[in-house]
T-cell receptor, first 113, second 115 residues
Framework: GAGVSQSPRYKVAKRGQDVALRCDPI?????LFWYQQALGQGPEFLTY????????KSGLPSDRFFAERPEGSVSTLKIQRTQQEDSAVYLC???????????FGPGTRLTVL | SQQGEEDPQALSIQEGENATMNCSYK?????LQWYRQNSGRGLVHLIL?????REKHSGRLRVTLDTSKKSSSLLITASRAADTASYFC???????????????FGQGTTLQVKP
């Protein structure tokens, strides 16, 4: 079956631009997570959705970061006024419930010039 | 912030040898998971071990968990060149009290298996 998909796979933005990153989770998965992975580091948690409800956004680094999942399936991570330090791979993961294994998408590599 | 340490940071072995990677963490957990990441790719789930389990096997993988020492190890037996990748351990916090099951990752171990 289809796994988690993300688009675009690569995004280059000029500093100050807004970007939107899309995640299509596995159908029927209730839980959806966003992580940020800097070069050479492990992923770090950004935010969590249970269906359409954003229950944890404690990892979002600033108010320039915004995520939504309006119908409880597809999710979008938006970064406003991008900065160079936002350059990273953004990973989306979904799971059936919160205590099951998480399936990761291929990630979106964001480069801010 | 990262949950803990992975040891070693880098490991280079010959094909056919065993590879052992260790992970330590700081807080109570519901489960611990190991993931593999090939260069430029997403994370592939390898194995999940729950806090009440001590050892788990999956093919050539063996994972141990010692909650008293807050540590885990991943053993890959009879390694192959295709096992070359970065390996991450990740802990999930205990359920309840508003916890979401988010994963807290270590820094990773880079494994190179030479043919």
């Amino acid at each position: 079956g289809a796994g988690v998909s993300q688009s675009p796979r690569y995004k280059v933005a000029k500093r100050g631009q807004d970007v939107a990153l899309r995640c299509d989770p596995i159908s029927g998965h209730v839980s959806l997570f966003w992580y940020q992975q800097a070069l050479g580091q492990g992923p770090e948690f950004l935010t969590y959705f249970q269906n359409e409800a954003q229950l944890d956004k404690s990892g979002l680094p600033s108010d320039r970061f915004f995520a939504e999942r309006p119908e409880g399936s597809v999710s979008t991570l938006k970064i406003q006024r991008t900065q160079q330090e936002d350059s990273a791979v953004y990973l989306c993961a979904s799971s059936l419930t919160i205590d099951r294994k998480q399936f990761f998408g291929p990630g979106t590599r964001l480069t801010v010039l | 912030s990262q949950q803990g340490e992975e040891d070693p940071q880098a490991l280079s072995i010959q094909e056919g040898e065993n590879a052992t990677m260790n992970c330590s963490y700081k807080t109570s957990i519901n489960n611990l998971q190991w993931y593999r990441q090939n260069s430029g790719r997403g994370l592939v789930h390898l194995i999940l071990i729950r806090s009440n389990e001590r050892e788990k096997h999956s093919g050539r993988l063996r994972v141990t968990l010692d909650t008293s020492k807050k540590s885990s190890s991943l053993l890959i037996t009879a390694s192959r060149a295709a096992d070359t990748a970065s390996y991450f351990c990740a802990t999930a916090e205990p359920l309840g009290s508003g916890n979401t099951g988010k994963l807290i990752f270590g820094q990773g171990t880079t494994l190179q298996v030479k043919p």
